[in-house]
């Protein structure tokens, strides 16, 4: 076992262990992604000195790989739960060339591609609902969020199987496509009972 005493940024080992923490060298690890590096650094616990491995990008900051990753899982996301984390999105921009399917922020709104096109400033999302589909809280089923029912266009009807709430009641659609308000009369929502701590 070695002692040491760390100095800036390494140890200083000693031969006398009651001036000095023991030394671990902790094991690193069996391979680096590419893109990445070791960092070997000290950490001083108290009781010991551990020598361990960071893996770090090797461009930008730790923070900054988290966050293209945590990007790159959000675009495989079911819209359902990438509503959720729509904070990921791009955000939307004239001159861009977006493909059908891909998912842009507009105006804190989550929005999604209805057909290939290069991006212009009259075709924005909310301005072009040709092109783009907003997408609504509680669309997708019951392993969504449930939001408030929102008035949608014809292009981002609620599905069967999504559920809002609605006036202090759950209510869950029964039919594709609908744009119908739950409640009104030969709507196609099924009510499912007063919301908790709702009013009916």
Request: glycine share 12%; proline share 6%; hydrophobic share 40%.
């Amino acid at each position: 076992m070695f002692y040491g005493v760390l100095a800036a940024s390494g140890v200083v080992l000693l031969t006398d262990a009651g001036h000095g923490k023991p030394v671990v060298e902790c094991a690193g690890p069996s391979s680096v992604p590419d893109g990445y590096r070791e960092d070997w650094v000290w950490v001083d616990t108290g009781d010991q000195l551990l020598h361990v491995c960071d893996v770090v990008p090797v461009e930008g900051t730790p923070e900054e790989a988290a966050l293209a990753l945590s990007r790159m899982q959000f675009a495989s996301l079911p819209d359902e739960y990438a509503y959720e984390f729509r904070a990921l999105a791009d955000e939307w921009v004239a001159g861009v060339s977006y493909a059908a399917g891909q998912r842009v922020r507009h105006a804190g709104e989550l929005y999604r591609c209805l057909q290939a096109h290069v991006s212009q400033e009259d075709w924005s999302p909310g301005a072009a609902p040709s092109l783009w589909a907003r997408i609504l809280p509680g669309q997708e089923g019951s392993g969504a969020e449930v939001g408030e029912w929102q008035q949608p266009e014809s292009t981002n009807g609620y599905s069967t199987g999504d559920r809002v709430t609605h006036e202090g009641h759950l209510w869950e659609s029964t039919a594709d496509d609908n744009v119908w308000e739950p409640g009104a009369v030969g709507a196609p929502w099924k009510d499912l009972g007063p919301v908790e701590g709702g009013e009916a």
